[in-house]
């Protein structure tokens, strides 16, 4: 049973550059959320997708967006990048919006220079 | 804000000891409490949960304990092994099902067990 992948693992960025990260969700899971975990820090919730729209977002500007695809799989895209920016960004599936227990990938570590 | 505060920030049990780690929230609504460990260069893994009409909750050899009255919740690990070092998060929720359930985590606690 696969969890959830997520891809690249690593990325290099310069400022004011756009990204794009993608994300799996554990297989029967319909829900993802994505959160940005900032290094010795907790995760913080960046926003949540079912049926491919956005249902709740945390306190995040506009810059990051999300996408999410009829195979339930998603994508993050962050623009006009910023030095603070840099963590890495998990992304996390449930079985449903009702369901409460999330199962999160391995990250992706975004570099931002 | 941080919603959830965690404490210790860093903890050093020796082999065979309990660990004890400790949150405290103060949004009454949150109703569904996860521990996460995360090992260096991995996402965190769910490994366990409680609900506030249970005070404790027990898998294996790890235990939650919940106290609705203090707001306060603690992971207990029991025969610490060293294979247990990593970073413990606790999380707390709330929403529904049409908007979701988004967690608020707390920063952290470090766990080394030594032999």
């Known amino acids: 049973d696969a969890g959830v992948t997520q891809s690249p693992t690593h990325l290099i960025k310069t400022r004011g550059q756009q990204v794009t990260l993608r994300c799996s969700p554990k297989s029967g899971h319909d829900t993802v959320s994505w959160y940005q975990q900032a290094l010795g820090q907790g995760p913080q919730f960046i926003f949540q ?4 729209e ?18 339930y799989s998603s994508e993050l895209n962050v623009n006009a990048l910023l030095l603070g920016d840099s963590a ?12 409460r227990a999330q199962y999160f990938g391995p990250g992706t570590r975004l570099l931002v220079l | 804000q941080q919603q959830v505060k ?4 860093s903890l050093i049990v020796q082999k065979g000891g309990i660990s004890i780690i400790n949150c405290a929230y103060e949004n009454t609504a949150f109703d569904y409490f996860p521990w996460y460990q995360q090992f260096p260069g991995k ?3 769910l490994l366990i949960a409680i609900r506030p009409d249970v005070s404790e909750k027990k898998e294996g050899r790890f235990t939650i304990s919940f106290n609705k009255s203090a707001k306060q919740f603690s992971l207990h690990i029991m025969d610490s092994q060293p294979g247990d070092s990593a970073t413990y998060f606790c999380a ?3 929403g529904n099902s049409n ?8 920063k952290g606690t470090s766990l080394l067990v030594t032999p």
């Open chain 1, 54 to 71: 956005e249902r709740q977002r945390g306190n995040f500007p506009d810059r990051f967006s999300g996408h999410q695809f009829p195979n």
């Open chain 2, 99 to 106: 908007s979701g359930y988004a967690l608020n985590f707390g």
């Open chain 1, 49 to 52: 997708y079912y049926e491919e």
């Open chain 2, 6 to 9: 965690q404490s210790p920030q």
């Open chain 2, 43 to 45: 996402g965190p893994a």
């Open chain 1, 88 to 99: 890495l960004y998990l992304c996390a599936s449930s079985l449903d919006p009702g369901v």
């Open chain 2, 92 to 94: 707390a929720s709330t």
